[in-house]
């Protein structure tokens, strides 16, 4: 499949939807932790099939806001799970270029969790290949209300007008700012919703659904969304007339 791939046409950025983990494990009579567990090499999969196709940047939603809700045991078990495998994998990272950032609410996590976090982004910061935006304690509704908030207080303080309010400036106060927005967001696990991800910035992004569950994604199913966002006519309100190449 990834031959029929066109490397011109690979989206600059690609977001995930991690789901059914918990239904994975399920299946197999076993806990839902240990659906989470078996996450970690879906990540590791779709990271090398992103790199390796040329995508800038690669966003995992990893926790939403709304998770917190869950079981605390199983709140715990998935914030261990992140400080271990982020422990792990910083090599692999920096040997493969690969620089990592997040989005979210770093103040709800746990401290352990934080430092490890702020010390991956750290050593690899000044990584220039792909960037891999793990999406942690996020919402789209908590970034765009931090935002409305951060630009209140601005025009406050009389650092902005609300005359200057646009895209672009809006763009600047959100968690995603100098990320360009999804051109395709993959949701595995056959829900078909955006639970909170990513609102502002999907706002023309082509969306692909599959019913595979996270633990058994691998880079086919990567390439099949790729060649399924590439076979699409992306109009951007205006019609198809208009697109046609000179
Ligand atoms: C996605 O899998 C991982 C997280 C939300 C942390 P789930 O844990 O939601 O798995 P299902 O949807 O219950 O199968
Ligand atoms: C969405 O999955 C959040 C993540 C993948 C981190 P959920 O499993 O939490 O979504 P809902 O609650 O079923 O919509
Ligand atoms: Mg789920």
Redo the contacts with the bound molecule.
């Keep these: 499949m990834k031959e029929k791939i066109d490397l011109s046409r690979v989206p600059q950025h690609i977001a995930v ?3 059914g983990n918990g239904r994975w494990a399920k299946k197999r009579g076993a806990a839902r932790v240990f659906g989470h567990r078996n996450a970690v090499k879906a990540v590791q999969e779709i990271s090398e099939a992103s790199a390796e196709l040329g995508v800038k940047y690669l966003t995992l ?4 806001t ?2 917190w809700n869950r079981p605390q045991e199983e709140v715990n078990a998935l914030m261990q799970l992140l400080v271990n495998t982020i422990e792990k994998e910083v090599p692999t990272l920096q040997k493969n270029n690969i620089r990592l950032m997040t989005i979210g609410n770093m103040e709800r996590l746990p401290s352990d969790c934080v430092k490890t976090l702020r010390k991956a982004i750290a050593d690899t910061a000044n990584n220039t290949g792909m960037t891999v935006v793990l ?1 942690l304690s996020y919402s789209g509704r908590w970034e765009i209300l931090n935002a409305v908030k951060a630009m209140a207080a601005d025009i406050e303080a009389k650092r902005l007008s609300s005359d200057d309010i646009n895209d672009e400036r809006f763009n600047y106060y959100l968690n995603t700012y100098n990320i360009p927005d999804p051109e395709l967001i993959i949701r595995t696990s056959g ?1 078909m ?1 955006i ?1 909170n ?1 990513l609102l502002w910035q999907l706002a023309y992004s082509e969306l692909f659904f599959t019913d595979i569950l996270w633990p058994d994604f691998r880079k086919e199913h990567l390439y099949e969304a790729v060649l399924s966002y590439q076979s699409r006519e992306r109009r951007f309100g205006k019609i198809s007339e208009q697109l046609v190449q000179p």
């Design positions: 939807i991690m789901d939603y990893a926790f939403s709304e998770n999406a829900e919703r639970s991800f």
